[in-house]
């Protein structure tokens, strides 16, 4: 898909998940920003050495998750560690800061010359971990149109992992990509129940027959179904898997990034 190859210098692309240390004022911090940035950036080499095509950085361990305003202290470092990310290995990297706050990583993103945004609750409220979470892609796109970062494409998930959606139970999620491509979402994704969870191939199918922008799988992703993820997604997001024992918290390891991607890429030539 083009609005995915303008970012991107080959096609479905792997993007590895930075998930930055606890940040300021989060029940987990440790007190060092340099050190989050150091760790930020020694994650990042590891990938780009691996062969990874591009990055996503996400603070993943700020639990428990504010609702929508994670902070400025929050959204400031973020805007640091993926500026710092970009410049020492030139690849692609984009952003999300949990929970929902969606404005705040669009307008982190715009500064630090990111290049895209994965937002939560795009269309449709639903009840997460967090709370309800209301939609918000209408103040959301008038956020981007106010601060000049329309240049930056926002990725949506639908149907969202940690998330109840009994209350539009009636609404499948086919119905639920058309009503984020109409409310111009430049990317959907698509993931499966939780962290590291395989999102559902027929789903994931479904939602590209009906929708004409590009869809991504957004978890559960290893070297061992990466081949048929790759004949129905635009785009992959990788965490949980390059991980030691495949947990996310868990330290990087580099060796099964160099796997996946040597994987990923005979596959592209075809020789598998």
């Known amino acids: 898909m083009k609005k995915i190859n303008k970012i991107f210098k080959t096609s479905r ?13 989060t029940p987990k911090y440790a007190g060092s920003v340099q050190q989050i ?17 591009g990055l996503a950085i996400e603070n993943m361990h700020d639990v428990p998750y504010l609702k929508n305003n994670a902070g400025h202290e929050i959204s400031s470092l973020m805007a640091i560690a993926g500026h710092e990310i ?36 795009f269309v449709f409220g639903h ?3 967090e709370g309800y979470i209301d939609a918000n892609a209408g103040g959301l796109l008038r956020h981007r149109k106010k601060i000049g970062a329309e240049h930056i494409p926002i990725w949506t998930d639908i149907k969202k992992k940690h998330s109840s959606h009994a209350l539009t139970a009636d609404v499948d999620i086919v119905e639920t990509a058309k009503a984020a491509e109409f409310f111009l979402s430049d990317a959907l994704i698509v993931t499966g129940s939780s962290t590291g969870r395989s999102a559902d191939i027929n789903e994931i199918k479904k939602v590209k027959a009906a929708c ?5 799988a957004g978890s559960g992703i290893d070297i061992n179904n990466v081949a048929k993820y790759m004949e129905v997604c635009d785009a992959m997001i990788v965490g949980s898997y390059f991980k030691q024992d495949g947990y996310w918290a868990n330290r990087l ?10 994987a990923v890429n005979a596959l592209r030539k075809g020789v598998v």
């Open 253 to 262: 390891v580099g060796e099964k990034v160099s796997r996946f991607m040597e």
């Open 212 to 216: 004409n922008i590009p869809v991504v």
């Open 13 to 25: 692309p792997v993007i590895g998940m930075v998930h930055l240390m606890a940040l300021p004022g």
């Open 37 to 53: 940035i150091d760790r930020a950036l020694m994650e990042a080499i590891v990938y780009q050495k691996s062969g990874i095509d």
């Open 127 to 129: 009840l997460a971990d």
């Open 86 to 121: 970009k410049k020492e290995t030139g690849l692609p990297c984009g952003i999300q800061i949990l929970s929902s706050a969606n404005e705040a990583a669009i307008s982190a993103a715009h500064s630090a010359g990111l290049d895209f945004v994965r937002a939560e609750g």
